[in-house]
Structure formats: C-alpha cells, structure tokens
C-alpha cells in the first residue's frame, strides 16, 4: 500500500514536471522581446490570428498597424478594442506599441498557450 502511494506521488510529480518543460518550451518558441514605445517586427506564425486574441495574451500592447496598399490599417487596445480586428499573418512587417517591456506570448501550434 504504501509503495503505491510513493508511486502515485512521483507519478504525479513526473507529470507536473512534464508539463513544464513543455510550457517552458513552447514559450521560447513562440516569442520577441518587445521594448516600451514602437516596435517593427514580423510574426512568425503558422496560423494566423485576429489581432485582438494576440492583445488578449499581451495586455501590455497599446496598438497594432501595418500598410497595405497604401493604406495603414489600425487596432488599438482601449475600451475593449477599437479599429479593425484583423487576421495577422506570416510576411507582413507591424507595428507594435508597448507601454511597457515585455516579452511577446504568441499561440502555439498545438492550441493556445
């Protein structure tokens, strides 16, 4: 009895352990350090998202821009988003406003993180 429950205990540490290797892993794959003020940058993505999901997981974001065709498209982080949602995607240079240092949390291929 008490050997299974020593099995069950590592057992359960194992996994924990697992799980953030993985975390940690993934982490490192999917982000950019971003500094306070602009930032020029391409989102290396496999799938694209809406710009409001990539806020989401970065409060620290103020605005998200870029140009096309001539034209700059523009979301902004207040009162709950204003300007267009669009789909970043892979290729297009943004612009990121911080108001702060942060490192940037993107999703992962698997889900979200």
Do not use: R
Request: proline share 3%; net charge negative.
């Amino acid at each position: 009895m008490l050997k299974l429950v020593k099995f069950k205990i590592a057992l359960f540490f194992a996994v924990v352990f697992l799980f953030f290797i993985g975390l940690v892993c993934s982490l490192e794959q999917g982000s950019k350090e971003i500094v306070e003020g602009k930032n020029f940058l391409e989102i290396d993505i496999e799938n694209p998202i809406y710009v409001s999901d990539l806020v989401k997981l970065n409060p620290a974001i103020q605005a998200v821009s870029f140009v096309e065709n001539k034209e700059t498209m523009g979301y902004v982080n207040v009162f709950g988003g204003i300007g267009v949602d669009f789909i970043l995607e892979q290729g297009v240079v943004y612009e990121i406003v911080a108001g702060e240092n942060f490192t940037l949390i993107l999703p992962y291929e698997g889900g979200w993180l």
